[in-house]
């Protein structure tokens, strides 16, 4: 509403042994004290633009409709890369580098109203240091953004068509097979795959599964699950995913982000 400080939501790489969170929080305390803050996540493996992405995009429908998104998943720091503040077809704001980690965000958002970079001293740090963009470029750009601050005068117009954009591989579904990808793997040692319940029912797959000569049974829920025995299971995000029973799928599969399984 006018008037009303935006809500930010804030996802990064950065873990929390070290006081990188908590110099953002300040930053963005002292220029919009009143702002909420919501800490999405900050356990995205270093680097990681990709799970960065999935994890922005598969919240943005739970999240405030007028939120600020504030995401540092950025390995080009420092390069000639461009820092960016977004405006979604929703209203929302999206702030960080471009290199794809806001993609999904935006699709998942209803597109991009209006793109443009940041490079406007009254948005970010006087002296912005080549290795902490999160303190002295997007936590600043942010605060300021969710307290009213003008998206246009942040700095120059960029065309969203420029913008870089992460392409999620589909599996590869045959008559009684697919061809999956591991898209993550959560800190209870899940395996989400990029298959969703239509590609099974495509493939002619039925509740029992077979992969890597292991049989894979189906089921609706977690309690469906004899302890420490494997499992597909729907995930809150519809995807296919892998799970054993007090125990990690992972390990036990030895699969990680990337890995190609074959669903039989």
């Given at each position: ?6 809500p930010?939501v ?10 990188f969170v ?7 305390a ?6 909420r803050?919501?800490?999405l996540?900050?356990s ?8 960065g992405?999935l994890?922005?995009g598969?919240?943005?429908p739970?999240?405030?409709?007028d ?8 390995p080009g ?12 077809a929703?209203?929302?704001?999206l702030?960080?580098p ?6 999904l965000?935006w699709v998942s958002?209803?597109g991009?109203?209006?793109?443009n970079?940041?490079t ?6 006087p002296?912005?240091s080549?290795?902490?963009h999160?303190?002295d ?6 605060a300021?953004?969710a ?5 246009a005068?942040?700095?120059?117009a960029?065309?969203?068509e420029t913008?870089q954009?992460l392409?999620?591989p589909?599996?590869m ?5 697919i061809g999956a990808?591991?898209?993550g793997?959560?800190g209870?040692?899940n395996v989400?795959l990029n298959v ?7 493939a002619g797959?039925?509740d029992?599964l ?7 049974p189906?089921?609706?829920?977690f309690?469906?699950?004899?302890r420490g ?8 995000q ?7 029973s007090h125990g990690?799928?992972?390990?036990m599969?030895?699969?990680?982000q990337?890995a190609?399984?074959?669903l039989?």
């Open positions: 509403m006018a008037g009303t400080a935006r930010i804030f996802l990064t790489d950065y873990g929390l042994a070290d006081e908590g110099v953002c929080h300040g930053v963005i002292r220029i919009a004290p009143t702002v803050v919501i800490d996540t900050h995205i493996p270093a680097h990681d633009v990709l799970r992405a994890a922005l598969r919240a943005t739970f999240m405030p409709p939120a600020v998104y504030v995401v540092v998943v950025d720091v420092g390069s000639d890369r461009r820092a960016v503040a977004l405006e979604a929703s209203g929302a704001f702030v960080g471009d290199n794809g980690v806001l993609s965000a958002l209803g991009i109203a209006s793109a970079e940041i406007s001293e009254a948005v970010r740090a002296s912005v080549r290795t902490f999160g303190r470029v997007f936590a600043p750009a942010a300021h953004l307290t009213g601050f003008p998206i005068d942040a700095g120059p960029v065309d969203p913008l954009i392409d999620l589909g599996p579904v045959a008559p009684g097979a990808r591991v898209l793997v959560d209870f040692g989400q969703e319940p239509d590609h099974l029912r495509a797959l039925g029992s077979s992969l890597l000569g292991r049989s894979v189906l089921v609706g829920t309690a469906d699950v004899p025995a494997l499992a597909a299971i729907v995930d809150s519809g995807h296919i995913a892998l799970v054993v990690s799928a992972a390990t599969l030895a699969l990680g990337g190609t399984v074959v039989e």
